[in-house]
């Protein structure tokens, strides 16, 4: 008896209660009804009908339905795009069964164009990436055309002239490989006009086909020759300019900090700093950078769309000639090197008499000093967080018989196209015996991280860790102090706070 009664209890109450529960019900045996109908449904329509049912506020189940099958029905018979006919197989004369292919879209773009820019009053240089397997299989060539801004009906119209092909990438393409191509035409080329890019695949896909694709690569007015005329001619705008390669994956606030004190610090006012955003700027990283920004002394490039085309390293080989070419009448020297690297020359040179005194050499490569990110002093023990990574971290890998990653500095009038580690197409010579004047410090793996990076403390001058030998090195270590009054005096307090 009790639980019947327990039973109209329960009934009672329910069927008693507010309208809105009343409502809730109703909706649920409504939802539940829904479903039993949509798994009764074509395939097909499930997702569509699921997502209009959610918009649509008061209609019977048949109705939305209905609707909606129409609707659809209206649609595909609009938009359908019929497929090709596939060719089929084939019985010849002979008796012979010739089988058929049929490809269907494309592996990879012929070219992708990033930029282009005039080097001279006759040459112009174009960046861009291109299939690697078509380079690896085929001959790709590529014809430059330039048609000038004149009406002058004595000037010749059209000058045509074959693209020089530079590969600068050493073969490290993946889908797509660097490209630069050179077109130097055999008259100036003045006043402005277009400069078009015929590129011919020549093999390397399908053989039934030489396909040849026709592309604008530069626009250029009378004034913007006029421009570049002056700035051909006048000195450089800076004496030192940094090409950043591809900042990727979750950087370190801090140690973009340190790097960039440190620097401006080193090459002095007329210097500038080109910084590539592949997706490492986050907003700890902005925040470091917008001072500098503001004082003129960082430019700033998003290029994270060059992520949807698959090359080494995030196209870095790309990034670095589009630096080369963009600014190389606008400084003296171009230095090449990674924001977890620190240029270092010895206490009675500046960075300007050791440049002076390679002024001979188009370009020079930098000995690099390989630092642990790991080993600090037991004397920092418990203050390690207050300091600054090149700071703390003192201990000097010291093995021999290894060869070690230089990097480069070049005079970038004399460069046609460049690297990562150094350039192989300059005019000019190349020196690489700058032991003593100039040197980088390496502390691999810190720039990402967002820890301490000291997590073993050590007391002595020499120690052995994992087989490899180290010795403690405090030269970065004494100039620290120098660089915190630098960036105090430049940008104020406003990165004292900034985190790992």
Same mark, same amino acid.
């Given at each position: ?19 809105? =529960? ?11 009804? =829904? ?14 009908? $699921? ?25 595909? $018979? ?9 060719? #089929?197989?084939? *019985? ?39 299939? %690697? ?100 001619? #006048? ?30 610090? *080193? ?21 470091? *950078? ?27 080989? =790309? ?67 207050? #300091? ?7 201990? #000097? ?7 070690? +990653? ?71 270590? +004494? ?17 004292? %706070?900034?985190?790992?």
């Amino acid at each position: 008896m009790t639980k019947e009664k327990e039973r109209k209890m329960f009934v009672g109450i329910v069927w008693n209660c507010a309208a809105e =529960l009343k409502f809730i019900l109703t909706a649920i045996l409504f939802l539940f009804s =829904l479903i039993t109908i949509l798994q009764f449904m074509p395939i097909r329509f499930s997702n569509n009908l $699921a997502t209009t049912c959610i918009s649509v506020p008061s209609f019977s189940s048949s109705t939305i339905i209905d609707s909606v099958s129409v609707s659809i029905s209206a649609i595909n $018979a609009s938009t359908a795009v019929q497929p090709p006919a596939l060719a #089929k197989d084939e *019985l010849l004369e002979n008796g012979v069964i010739k089988r058929a292919f049929n490809p269907f879209g494309s592996a990879a773009y012929n070219f992708i164009l990033m930029s282009a820019y005039r080097g001279g009053i006759n040459t112009f240089a174009v960046m861009g990436l291109a299939s %690697k397997p078509l380079y690896v299989y085929g001959k790709p060539s590529y014809l430059c055309e330039w048609i000038p801004n004149t009406n002058d009906s004595t000037m010749q119209k059209h000058i045509n002239v074959t693209g020089t092909k530079i590969l600068p990438d050493w073969g490290y393409g993946r889908v797509y490989t660097v490209l630069v191509v050179n077109c130097t035409f055999p008259i100036p080329v003045v006043d402005g006009g277009k400069l078009l890019i015929h590129a011919t695949t020549n093999g390397g896909g399908d053989s039934k086909f030489n396909i040849t694709d026709t592309f604008l690569a530069l626009t250029e007015s009378e004034q913007d020759f006029t421009n570049f005329i002056s700035t051909f001619n #006048k000195p450089p705008k800076y004496d030192f300019l940094y090409c950043g390669s591809s900042l990727y994956g979750n950087l370190s606030p801090q140690r973009v900090r340190e790097w960039l004190a440190f620097h401006v610090r *080193l090459f002095g006012v007329k210097s500038h700093f080109v910084i590539h955003d592949a997706g490492g700027v986050h907003e700890g990283v902005m925040a470091v *950078l917008k001072p500098w920004i503001e004082k003129g002394y960082v430019t700033l490039q998003d290029i994270r769309d060059q992520e949807r085309f698959d090359g080494y390293y995030h196209n870095q080989f =790309l990034i670095v000639n589009d630096c080369l070419h963009k600014y190389r009448f606008q400084a003296k020297w171009m230095f090449f090197f990674d924001v977890d690297e620190f240029i270092f020359v010895p206490k009675k040179s500046t960075i300007k008499s050791v440049v002076n005194s390679l002024s001979d050499y188009t370009q020079f490569t930098i000995e690099q000093m390989p630092m642990s990110n790991k080993l600090c002093l037991e004397e920092d023990r418990g203050k390690s967080y207050r #300091k600054w990574g090149f700071e703390k971290l003192v201990y #000097k890998d010291v093995k021999r018989g290894i060869r070690r +990653d230089r990097k480069y500095a070049v005079q970038p009038r004399n460069v046609i196209a460049t690297g990562v580690h150094m350039s192989q197409n300059t005019v000019g010579k190349t020196t690489h015996k700058t032991e003593g004047r100039i040197k980088y410090f390496h502390y691999h793996g810190t720039i990402a991280e967002h820890r301490e990076p000291c997590r073993q403390l050590v007391n002595a001058t020499t120690i052995t860790v994992d087989q490899i030998p180290y010795e403690m090195d405090s030269t970065m270590r +004494d100039i620290a102090g120098t660089v915190k009054r630098f960036e105090l005096k430049m940008i104020g307090s406003t990165l004292q %706070k900034t985190r790992q």
